[in-house]
């Protein structure tokens, strides 16, 4: 069972930083990939950075440059480190896991799926 909580999260100043943790349970990082996502109020939920098995690591265009998605194998956990932190950036942020899923008839072969299993979530807050 995959478990993904949260922490890290607060109220800063427009420029200020945070770093949010995501602590895992049941997840293996050589298998698929981790992300973060967040959701303004009355907006969908969109992708913040994503981070694949390989280590390869993206982002959205309105946090390149400020925002940095890393990993700590040994603690399992996921982090995600903002800068130069915008009135805009406020929002709940939500660490995923993707989903690993078997191919049937091939063994021990499998595929990543996706954002499958979310936490729940810490709040950002920046004010001007």
């Known amino acids: 069972q995959v478990l993904l909580v949260e922490s890290g999260g607060g109220s800063v100043q427009a420029g200020g930083s945070l770093e949010l943790s995501c602590a895992t349970s049941?997840?293996?990082?050589?298998?698929?990939?981790m992300g973060w996502y967040r959701q303004a109020p009355e907006k969908e939920r969109e992708m913040v950075s994503t981070?694949?098995?390989?280590?390869?690591?993206a982002y959205a265009d309105s946090v390149k440059g400020r925002f940095t998605i890393s990993r700590d194998i040994d603690k399992a956990t996921v982090y995600l480190h903002m800068s130069d932190l915008k009135v805009e950036d406020t929002a709940m942020y939500y660490c995923?896991?993707?989903?690993?899923?078997?191919?049937?008839?091939?063994?021990?072969?499998?595929?990543?799926?996706?954002?499958?299993?979310w936490g729940q979530g810490t709040q950002v807050t920046v004010s001007s």
């Open positions: 995923a896991a993707d989903r690993v899923v078997p191919m049937e008839g091939y063994g021990s072969a499998y595929y990543c799926a996706g954002p499958g299993t």
């Open positions: 049941g997840v293996i990082f050589s298998r698929c990939g």
């Open positions: 981070i694949k098995a390989d280590g390869t690591t």
